[in-house]
T-cell receptor, first 107, second 118 residues
Framework: DAKTTQPNSMESNEEEPVHLPCNHS???????IHWYRQLPSQGPEYVIH???SNVNNRMASLAIAEDRKSSTLILHRATLRDAAVYYC????????FGTGTSLTVIP | GAGVSQSPRYKVAKRGQDVALRCDPI?????LFWYQQALGQGPEFLTY????????KSGLPSDRFFAERPEGSVSTLKIQRTQQEDSAVYLC????????????????FGPGTRLTVL
């Protein structure tokens, strides 16, 4: 039973919006949904998190489905610096990361 | 300010050797995590501390793995009698607070220690 599932890879043109999906159909009612991104040879970097409501910060937006079984990380205008592996994770009583989506940004 | 630091950054061990990996969390962070990341995979949870108390060690793969945080700050992950399958990047993360066993805040990760077992 995969705790979170994500597409292996996605591509986006520079300056275009990117929607990165994550499925977490077995999430418990009190687990938060966190997103991190990771560059080669670095530790993951926090992007955003939420529980039930949609969330915005300076880096991205997080849209959480009403049933909480899925979420979408939205980068409003992809830049070359956004190229990374993006991880969706469940955080609360236990801590699960997905296998990540490798985002390629095309100039 | 200083982030999470880990040492050494790289460690090569012969099979059967013991290794110790160190993590210095952000000052004042109550929660500390260890993860194992295999090549091309996401981080896998190993263990979690709140201050000096190890609240969850369910992810430790065998009794060869041991972690401690005796004074509630620096933590050490020890692997005894290393095996080739232990080769991975070991990530440490800290978080400002936790509520009992639950942690909701963002985690700040160190750069990791890449362990290679020959």
């Amino acid at each position: 039973d995969a705790k979170t599932t994500q597409p292996n890879s996605m591509e986006s043109n520079e300056e275009e919006p990117v929607h990165l999906p994550c499925n977490h159909s077995t999430i418990s009612g009190t687990d938060y949904i966190h997103w991190y991104r990771q560059l080669p040879s670095q530790g993951p970097e926090y992007v955003i998190h939420g529980l039930t409501s949609n969330v915005n910060n300076r880096m991205a937006s997080l849209a959480i489905a009403e049933d909480r079984k899925s979420s979408t990380l939205i980068l409003h205008r992809a830049t070359l610096r956004d190229a990374a592996v993006y991880y969706c994770s469940r955080t609360g009583n236990q801590f699960y990361f997905g296998t990540g989506t490798s985002l390629t940004v095309i100039p | 300010g200083a982030g999470v630091s880990q040492s050494p950054r790289y460690k090569v061990a012969k099979r059967g050797q013991d290794v110790a990996l160190r993590c210095d969390p952000i000052s004042g962070h109550v929660s500390l995590f260890w993860y194992q990341q295999a090549l091309g995979q996401g981080p896998e949870f190993l263990t979690y501390f709140q201050n000096e108390a190890q609240l969850d060690k369910s992810g430790l793969p065998s009794d060869r793995f041991f972690a401690e945080r005796p004074e509630g700050s620096v933590s050490t992950l020890k692997i005894q009698r290393t095996q080739q399958e232990d080769s991975a990047v070991y990530l440490c993360a800290s978080s400002l607070a936790g509520r009992g066993r639950r942690v909701y805040n963002e985690q700040f990760f160190g750069p990791g220690t890449r362990l290679t077992v020959l």
